[in-house]
């Protein structure tokens, strides 16, 4: 009966109902409390729903039970993947790190060339150094600091910003407004061509069409980009395509060339633009690049998600080479919680894209 519950665990597993999977290994471990598998596999369940504490009880039980099995040739696999598992819970739950090296280092005991156990050994390995040269760089500062409070000086904190404080941009954007109105007094008849692009809306600054529906004095007959022509209805102020978006090119969005973290967040949220961003994505950031944004905390599954929808685009749009696509992909698999992603990703598009990879003669395992 164990043994039924067992399997049909697995089979809600595939499905990727890993709730029902979970259920059903707990009613098989109700009737079979000693098997160490069953506690694996529900822990690969717990960590698919991202619920750390289970997943490192689950473990700690399950490795317990491994150890004391009197088959270890059979029961080694498993030890393996309970480990590899239990440092991750540790890493996930703010437990000492010094637990998971531990966890880890059993892992390869059993399994020297286990890929995944050395790729996290190696990236904790990395931060600690990292985070060696950030106290000595703090301790300097904090010098540094002393020293000019003693000298009777002040000092001033520099921040980098994407963009400017709404008090700052406030100012300016007022400045801007009464030069234009003063432009428009003299009789000039030049239509403005200052214009944000909204989801499917177009907004004409200062004078014009409003979202709102209200309507200026500026007589707007039409505005024209990259041959798409909208017509715009001056009286009632009404966009007669008003659901076709102005859409920029790479080039017009003007990418800057060393992006930063926050920028890919905020570029994530650009959908009237989204083909640009996928190629930036793709053709405009180096590794060295997204090695440098993504090594401290590593990479995360939203940006993940959104890098393979941006490889995809490209590949099947012909907008970038299969080849360097494969090298990003190495790149990125190098980082932090690269692994975590891959397991909480949408299947769907980890697997087009590793097809596509392969259909250009890569290497399927890339993915």
Same mark, same amino acid.
């Given at each position: 009966m164990s043994e039924k519950l067992k399997e049909k665990g697995n089979e809600a597993f595939k499905k990727q109902e890993f709730k029902k999977a979970a259920k059903l290994y707990r009613d098989s471990i109700k009737l079979d409390p000693s098997n160490p598998v069953l506690y694996s596999n529900r822990s690969m369940c717990f960590a698919k729903l991202d619920d750390w504490t289970r997943v490192l009880e689950d473990c700690k039980k399950g490795i317990s039970l491994a150890t004391d099995a009197n088959d270890e040739d059979a029961i080694k696999k498993t030890l393996v993947k309970l480990y590899y598992r239990k440092g991750l819970a540790v890493v996930n739950t703010g *437990?000492?790190?010094?637990?998971?090296?531990?966890?880890?280092?059993?892992?390869? %005991?059993?399994?020297? !060339?286990? =890929?995944?156990? $050395?790729?996290?050994?190696?990236?904790?390995?990395?931060?600690?150094?990292?985070?060696?040269?950030?106290?000595?760089?703090?301790?300097?500062?904090?010098?540094?600091?002393?020293?000019?409070?003693?000298? *009777?000086?002040?000092?001033?904190?520099?921040?980098?910003?994407?963009?400017?404080? %709404?008090?700052?941009? !406030?100012? =300016?954007?007022? $400045?801007?407004?009464?030069?234009?109105n003063s432009s428009q007094s003299s009789g000039d008849d030049t239509v403005r061509e200052d214009f944000q692009i909204t989801e499917g809306n177009l907004q004409i600054v200062d004078g014009g069409i409003l979202n709102d529906g209200q309507s200026s004095s500026k007589k707007i007959q039409k505005i024209e980009d990259n041959g798409k022509k909208i017509q715009i209805i001056d009286d009632d102020a009404k966009m007669v395509n008003s659901q076709t978006p102005l859409v920029m090119t790479q080039k017009d969005m003007k990418l800057p060339d060393t992006p930063t973290h926050y920028y890919l967040t905020t570029l994530m949220k650009n959908r009237a633009n989204a083909t640009a961003v996928y190629e930036y994505l793709i053709n405009g950031i180096t590794c060295e690049q997204y090695t440098s944004i993504f090594e401290i905390a590593g990479i995360d599954n939203e940006f993940f998600d959104f890098f393979l929808i941006a490889a995809t685009y490209c590949l099947v749009n012909h907008k970038c080479d299969a080849t360097r696509v494969g090298n990003l992909v190495m790149c990125l698999s190098n980082l932090r919680r690269f692994d975590l992603c891959k397991m909480f990703c949408d299947d769907k598009n980890l697997k087009k894209l590793s097809e596509l990879l392969h259909a250009q003669g890569l290497d399927k395992q890339l993915l």
């Open positions: *437990g000492d790190l010094r637990d998971a090296v531990q966890a880890w280092n059993e892992g390869l %005991k059993l399994d020297g !060339g286990n =890929i995944l156990i $050395k790729k996290e050994l190696a990236i904790y390995t990395k931060n600690e150094d990292s985070s060696l040269k950030k106290q000595k760089k703090k301790k300097k500062e904090s010098a540094n600091k002393q020293q000019v409070e003693d000298s *009777g000086l002040k000092t001033i904190e520099i921040i980098e910003v994407e963009q400017l404080p %709404k008090e700052l941009q !406030g100012l =300016i954007d007022g $400045k801007s407004n009464k030069e234009d």
